[in-house]
């Protein structure tokens, strides 16, 4: 072998390495953008749920809120029927004892 067919042979050996490196970085390219997308795809997702959270917590807290004042109001209708209760209870006693007195006196 001369060494022009050396330098030929090494030109096609350096020829078909580049095309093979020229194909494996394509092929990468086309990774690294797909992993791009799939990525910013999941941040928006990410968000997504973060808003999802801060919604969810901020409506929990509303209903927290709401069933305080609930069992406040409830509170306050329970001590008001118990007053009316008394109140009737007492005026049944009043008037039983004012019947059995008359009954009693004549």
Not at 5 to 14: G, N, S, T, V
Not at 30 to 56: C, F, G
Request: aromatic share 0%; charged share 35%; no cysteine.
């Amino acid at each position: 072998m001369t060494e022009t067919d050396r330098d030929r042979d090494r030109a096609k050996d350096i020829r078909n390495t580049v095309h093979h490196l020229d194909a494996e970085v394509g092929a990468i390219k086309t990774r690294v953008s797909v992993l791009e997308e799939r990525s910013k795809a999941q941040a928006q997702d990410m968000k997504k749920i973060h808003t999802d959270i801060d919604q969810n917590n901020r409506l929990i807290g509303e209903i927290a809120s709401e069933l305080r004042l609930n069992r406040v109001e409830d509170m306050k209708d329970r001590v008001k029927s118990h007053r009316w209760l008394i109140g009737i209870l007492v005026s049944v006693a009043i008037t039983l004892g004012l019947t059995l007195l008359q009954l009693a006196v004549g």
